[in-house]
């Protein structure tokens, strides 16, 4: 269903108000739980839900267009990009929403895509009223403060996996990961052959961080993935000598 311009400029001023008063809790939706459903718009205007892509894996972002920071919503949409491309003729579709819905209308998310070559048929970017697009995203873990297009506006970064079922498989936080490692994830999740080390290697640098604090220690993946090396390779020298004495006393 596509909306008239007027019809949808009404759409989505009518709950702006609402979106500046305090917002209730909504707990972010566990691994393994199925994914509410919500009503949202594409960037071409048509009504969309998530149940509309239930027989796909998802691969979700999170980002708006007014973005200022080249390293952080444009490098996500960049990664999508490529993953368009390592994913092509797959079961998986992409998913990107705005986390700026009062602004980022349709027709603007049409135009930010448009550089990065998004097919519509394989990757759709949402939008909807701002209370319902606040929902979504916290459903997905991803949290905000502040006002988008304002000074000291921040947001979470990460993207999730979500199975044909509709089920959530994997929460990716930060943006220290690559289009090649979620491109393999979101793959095995579709049953797909996938590069085992990609997905290795994203499951090392997930784990790290989270035991570093992730983006809120500022630890870089790369850097706790090394750290994390460095300490089973020491571990593994500790236990090697310890047998050896072992068998030595003996």
């Known amino acids: 269903m596509r909306l008239p311009a007027a019809a949808l400029a009404a759409y989505l001023s009518a709950a702006a108000p609402a979106a500046a008063a305090v917002a209730p809790y909504v707990p972010a939706t566990q691994i393994g739980d199925v994914v509410a459903d919500a009503t949202m718009l594409d960037q071409d205007g048509g009504t969309v839900r998530w149940s509309d892509w239930r027989g796909k894996t998802l691969v979700v972002g999170f980002i708006y267009t007014r973005c200022p920071e080249p390293k952080e ?3 996500t949409t960049a990664r999508f990009a490529t993953m ?8 998986v579709h992409l998913v ?3 986390l700026d819905p009062a602004y980022d209308a349709p027709a603007v998310l049409r135009r930010y895509a448009a550089p990065f070559g998004a097919d519509p048929q394989r990757w ?3 939008t909807g009223d701002p209370a319902t697009m606040s929902v979504v995203a916290r459903r997905y873990g991803i949290v905000t403060e502040g006002t988008p297009g304002k ?3 921040v947001h979470a970064e990460g993207v999730v996996i979500v199975d044909r079922d509709g ?3 994997d929460r990716i936080d930060g943006n220290d990961w690559t289009a090649q490692e979620v491109a393999a994830q979101a793959r095995a999740r579709a049953a797909l052959p996938s590069n085992p080390l990609a997905r290795a290697w994203l499951a090392l640098k997930q784990g790290v961080s989270a035991a570093c604090g992730g983006t809120v220690s500022g630890i870089p993946g790369w850097l706790a993935a090394l750290v994390l090396a ?3 390779a020491a571990g593994a020298l500790v236990g090697r000598r310890l047998y050896r004495s072992l068998l030595a006393g003996r």
């Open 73 to 75: 919503c444009p490098l």
């Open 84 to 91: 368009q491309r390592l994913l092509a003729g797959t079961p």
């Open 96 to 98: 990107e929403v705005t």
């Open 124 to 126: 759709t970017l949402v």
């Open 151 to 153: 000074r000291g506006f």
């Open 167 to 169: 089920r959530l498989t």
């Open 230 to 232: 460095s300490l089973l």
